[in-house]
Protein backbone atom coordinates (compact mmCIF):
# COMPACT_ATOMS: atom_id res chain seq x y z
CA UNK A 1 0.00 0.00 0.00
CA UNK A 2 1.74 3.43 -1.17
CA UNK A 3 2.18 5.79 1.70
CA UNK A 4 -0.91 8.45 0.72
CA UNK A 5 -3.74 5.23 0.59
CA UNK A 6 -2.01 4.16 4.35
CA UNK A 7 -2.03 7.68 5.25
CA UNK A 8 -5.33 7.24 3.99
CA UNK A 9 -7.01 4.32 5.50
CA UNK A 10 -5.02 5.22 9.51
CA UNK A 11 -7.09 9.05 8.82
CA UNK A 12 -10.37 6.75 8.22
CA UNK A 13 -9.71 4.46 11.06
CA UNK A 14 -9.13 7.75 13.37
CA UNK A 15 -12.81 9.26 12.63
CA UNK A 16 -14.52 6.36 13.27
CA UNK A 17 -13.12 6.35 16.82
CA UNK A 18 -15.09 9.41 18.03
CA UNK A 19 -14.93 13.17 18.28
CA UNK A 20 -12.03 13.62 20.97
CA UNK A 21 -9.96 11.85 17.96
CA UNK A 22 -11.20 13.30 15.08
CA UNK A 23 -8.73 15.74 12.95
CA UNK A 24 -9.00 17.35 9.70
CA UNK A 25 -7.00 15.59 7.05
CA UNK A 26 -4.76 18.26 6.71
CA UNK A 27 -4.28 17.97 10.29
CA UNK A 28 -3.71 14.68 10.16
CA UNK A 29 -1.72 14.53 7.51
CA UNK A 30 0.61 17.25 9.13
CA UNK A 31 0.88 15.59 12.68
CA UNK A 32 1.88 12.41 10.49
CA UNK A 33 4.53 14.39 8.86
CA UNK A 34 6.17 15.11 11.83
CA UNK A 35 5.52 11.57 13.67
CA UNK A 36 6.07 8.15 13.42
CA UNK A 37 3.46 6.54 12.05
CA UNK A 38 2.80 2.82 12.81
CA UNK A 39 0.05 0.47 11.23
CA UNK A 40 -0.97 -3.03 11.88
CA UNK A 41 -4.33 -3.87 10.08
CA UNK A 42 -7.26 -2.24 11.33
CA UNK A 43 -4.68 -0.25 13.77
CA UNK A 44 -2.57 2.70 14.19
CA UNK A 45 -0.30 4.18 16.29
CA UNK A 46 1.13 7.90 15.74
CA UNK A 47 4.10 9.31 18.36
CA UNK A 48 5.78 12.92 18.05
CA UNK A 49 9.14 12.74 19.02
CA UNK A 50 10.49 16.00 21.05
CA UNK A 51 11.66 19.22 19.14
CA UNK A 52 8.84 19.56 16.62
CA UNK A 53 7.37 23.02 16.25
CA UNK A 54 3.73 22.10 15.63
CA UNK A 55 0.86 24.27 16.91
CA UNK A 56 -0.70 21.80 18.48
CA UNK A 57 -1.82 21.96 22.18
CA UNK A 58 -1.28 19.36 23.87
CA UNK A 59 2.33 18.45 22.30
CA UNK A 60 3.03 22.30 23.44
CA UNK A 61 2.51 21.16 26.87
CA UNK A 62 4.25 18.50 27.15
CA UNK A 63 7.24 19.97 25.00
CA UNK A 64 7.44 23.16 28.35
CA UNK A 65 7.85 19.96 30.84
CA UNK A 66 10.08 17.57 29.08
CA UNK A 67 13.16 17.63 27.03
CA UNK A 68 13.64 14.19 25.73
CA UNK A 69 10.41 12.56 25.03
CA UNK A 70 8.13 10.96 22.51
CA UNK A 71 4.49 12.14 22.67
CA UNK A 72 2.11 9.25 22.01
CA UNK A 73 -0.50 11.29 20.43
CA UNK A 74 -3.17 8.61 19.60
CA UNK A 75 -2.90 5.02 19.16
CA UNK A 76 -6.31 3.52 17.48
CA UNK A 77 -7.52 -0.10 16.72
CA UNK A 78 -10.69 -0.35 15.32
CA UNK A 79 -14.06 -2.45 17.50
CA UNK A 80 -14.08 -5.85 15.86
CA UNK A 81 -9.99 -6.02 16.42
CA UNK A 82 -9.87 -4.75 20.28
CA UNK A 83 -9.08 -6.78 23.14
CA UNK A 84 -6.39 -9.29 20.89
CA UNK A 85 -3.23 -7.56 21.68
CA UNK A 86 -2.79 -5.25 18.88
CA UNK A 87 -3.06 -1.93 21.49
CA UNK A 88 -0.01 -3.93 23.37
CA UNK A 89 1.99 -5.21 19.77
CA UNK A 90 1.36 -1.20 19.34
CA UNK A 91 3.05 -0.17 22.32
CA UNK A 92 5.58 -2.38 22.61
CA UNK A 93 6.60 -0.73 18.53
CA UNK A 94 6.57 2.48 20.14
CA UNK A 95 8.74 1.48 22.92
CA UNK A 96 11.39 0.18 20.73
CA UNK A 97 10.90 3.92 18.68
CA UNK A 98 11.88 5.92 21.99
CA UNK A 99 14.70 3.65 23.10
CA UNK A 100 16.09 4.02 19.07
CA UNK A 101 15.58 8.01 19.63
CA UNK A 102 17.04 8.12 22.57
CA UNK A 103 13.99 9.27 24.66
CA UNK A 104 13.60 9.21 28.37
CA UNK A 105 10.15 9.51 28.61
CA UNK A 106 6.83 8.39 26.48
CA UNK A 107 4.52 10.96 27.14
CA UNK A 108 0.35 10.75 26.45
CA UNK A 109 -2.76 12.15 27.18
CA UNK A 110 -6.23 10.59 27.69
CA UNK A 111 -9.37 12.56 27.43
CA UNK A 112 -11.69 12.87 30.84
CA UNK A 113 -13.87 15.18 29.35
CA UNK A 114 -15.15 13.94 27.08
CA UNK A 115 -14.61 10.68 29.16
CA UNK A 116 -12.11 7.67 28.01
CA UNK A 117 -12.37 4.87 30.46
CA UNK A 118 -10.77 2.28 27.90
CA UNK A 119 -7.93 4.92 27.13
CA UNK A 120 -7.01 5.26 31.17
CA UNK A 121 -7.26 1.48 32.03
CA UNK A 122 -5.47 0.96 28.78
CA UNK A 123 -2.68 3.29 29.48
CA UNK A 124 -2.19 2.66 33.57
CA UNK A 125 -2.15 -1.41 32.77
CA UNK A 126 0.71 -0.37 30.47
CA UNK A 127 2.86 1.21 33.37
CA UNK A 128 1.61 4.98 32.43
CA UNK A 129 1.22 7.42 35.67
CA UNK A 130 -0.64 10.18 35.78
CA UNK A 131 1.28 13.74 36.18
CA UNK A 132 -1.52 16.61 35.50
CA UNK A 133 -4.64 17.21 34.40
CA UNK A 134 -5.23 19.89 31.82
CA UNK A 135 -8.24 21.67 30.52
CA UNK A 136 -7.69 22.67 26.63
CA UNK A 137 -8.69 25.85 25.48
CA UNK A 138 -11.37 23.52 23.44
CA UNK A 139 -12.84 23.23 26.85
CA UNK A 140 -11.86 19.26 26.74
CA UNK A 141 -10.06 17.97 30.12
CA UNK A 142 -7.09 15.46 29.47
CA UNK A 143 -4.71 13.90 32.15
CA UNK A 144 -1.23 13.40 30.90
CA UNK A 145 0.56 9.86 31.89
CA UNK A 146 4.20 9.33 31.59
CA UNK A 147 6.25 6.11 31.08
CA UNK A 148 9.58 5.73 31.32
CA UNK A 149 11.37 4.26 28.13
CA UNK A 150 13.49 1.77 30.13
CA UNK A 151 12.20 0.51 33.62
CA UNK A 152 15.05 0.45 36.07
CA UNK A 153 15.07 -2.23 38.67
CA UNK A 154 14.58 -1.46 42.14
CA UNK A 155 15.92 -4.98 43.65
CA UNK A 156 19.04 -4.32 46.05
CA UNK A 157 21.97 -6.29 45.21
CA UNK A 158 23.35 -7.84 48.96
CA UNK A 159 27.16 -9.06 48.96
Not at 79 to 105: C, P
Request: glycine residues 6%; aromatic residues 10%.
Amino acid sequence: MSVKGRQETCWQLNELAGESMSASRDRFEELVQEGILHQSGQAFSLALPAGRALDYIPYQWVQTRFDNFLYWDRAVVAQAHRRQGVGRSLFATLMADAADAGADLVVCAVHDRPHNRVGHAFVQALGFVAIESVMLPSRDIVTFYQCPVTQRSTAIATP
